[in-house]
C-alpha cells in the first residue's frame, strides 16, 4: 500500500461516494450522492492505493483547537489494509490536537479508532440521526 496526499476529486469521490461509505458518513439531513461534491479548501485528503487504486482515504480539516479526521477504506479492503492505512495515514495528522466525532450507532468504528489511542473526551445526545432514529455523538480526541 502507497499511501500520499491527493487532491485528485474523481479519487475522493471514488472513496466517499462509493455507496456503502456515503451511507455510512451521512445523516438523514445530507444530501444526494449524486450532489456531493468534495472541497479542497481547509481539507487535507490522504489515499491509500494499491496496485495504482485508491482504496482509503483520511480526511483532514479544522476543529476546535486542532483537526477534526475522518477515516474510509473501501469494504473489501478493510480486513487487508485497514490497520496498515490508519497507521500511515495518522503519520500526516501534524502536531495539533486531533479529534473524531463518531455516532453510537457505528461501534465498530469506535473501537477501531481506539486501537490507535483515541479516547472518549465528550458525548452529545441525540445530535445525528440516521433512518428517523437519533444517536449520540462519541467525541474523541488523540
Known sequence: MIVKETTDLDEIKAVLCDPAIYDTITDDNSGLIEDFKPTLEDHLYVGGYVNGEIVALMVYHKYLDGNKCHVQVLPEFRKEYALKFGEQSLLFR?????YAVIPDLYKNVLEF?????FKTIDKTENTYVKNGKSYNDNILRL
Open 94 to 98: 501534524g502536531t495539533l490536537p486531533l
Open 113 to 117: 479508532s481506539f486501537l490507535f489511542g
